[in-house]
């Protein structure tokens, strides 16, 4: 599985859109990229899922560049109660070994 | 309503005395995982079922223990639990089809956090 590497942390403000990077230089062929947030004392929740180009729902959207080396969740005005850790992952959907295997996470801090 | 359902979610236990954590599911996927998280630190993999298929991971101490005797259910055995178990252990469950490219959302429970003393 690939490895993946994120900034510890990250503080923002009220408002504003928050982009957090992934990277991800070992990422095979049929991996696909997934992030999830997690508030303290619940289980993650997922957010996103996107294998190239951009990825967009109702609550993020992922950017994929074309080396898919690295992937960027971008977090429209974000507001206090999106204080969370956020984890990238990437695993191969498709090869019935796919583990939800978590990386260390950027902890995102929204102040007022 | 709640898909995963994690009991008890607050759980204490002796040094050394057998626990037992639980974990269903309404969603009837067929892969489950379980997840030990300790404090400011990310969900570690223990094992996951793939249908009735055990996997293990390779460091996950032999104290663990699973048991999946149907779909829906899913039990972390923890034999002998020491001061260093104490954490948050996370169940969790997607639905996985070997060899066709499908959404691969796992959904989590809430957590059954275990106090060892």
């Known amino acids: 599985l690939a490895k993946t590497t994120q900034p510890i942390s990250m503080d923002s403000y009220e408002g504003q859109e928050v982009n957090i990077t992934c990277s991800h230089n070992?990422?095979?062929?049929?991996?696909?990229i997934t992030w999830y947030q997690q508030f303290p004392s619940q289980g993650p929740r997922f957010i996103i899922q996107?294998?190239?180009t951009k990825v967009t729902n109702e609550v993020a959207s992922l950017f994929i560049p074309a080396d898919r080396k690295s992937s960027t969740l971008s977090l429209p005005r974000v507001s206090l109660s999106d204080t969370a850790v956020y984890y990238c992952?990437?695993?191969?959907?498709?090869?019935?070994?796919?583990?939800?295997?978590f990386g260390a996470g950027t902890r995102l801090f929204v102040k007022a | 309503d709640a898909m995963v359902i994690q009991n008890p979610r607050y759980q204490v236990t002796q040094f050394g005395k057998p626990v037992t954590l639980s974990c269903s599911q309404t969603?009837?996927?067929?892969?489950m995982y379980w997840y030990q998280q300790k404090s400011s630190q990310a969900p570690k993999l223990l094992f996951h079922?793939?249908?009735?298929?055990?996997?293990n991971e390779a460091d996950t101490p032999d104290n663990f223990q699973s048991r999946r005797p149907n779909t829906s259910f899913c039990f972390l055995d923890i034999r002998s639990p020491g001061l260093g178990d104490a954490a948050m252990y996370l169940c969790?469950?997607?639905?996985?089809?070997?060899?066709?490219?499908?959404?691969?959302?796992?959904?989590f429970g809430q957590g059954t956090r275990l106090t060892v003393v």
């Open positions: 079922y793939y249908d009735k298929d055990f996997n």
């Open positions: 992952l990437v695993g191969d959907v498709n090869t019935g070994g796919f583990k939800t295997i």
């Open positions: 070992n990422i095979a062929t049929n991996d696909y």
């Open positions: 969603l009837n996927h067929n892969v």
């Open positions: 996107g294998y190239k």
């Open positions: 969790a469950t997607s639905r996985l089809l070997k060899g066709s490219p499908v959404e691969t959302e796992a959904f």
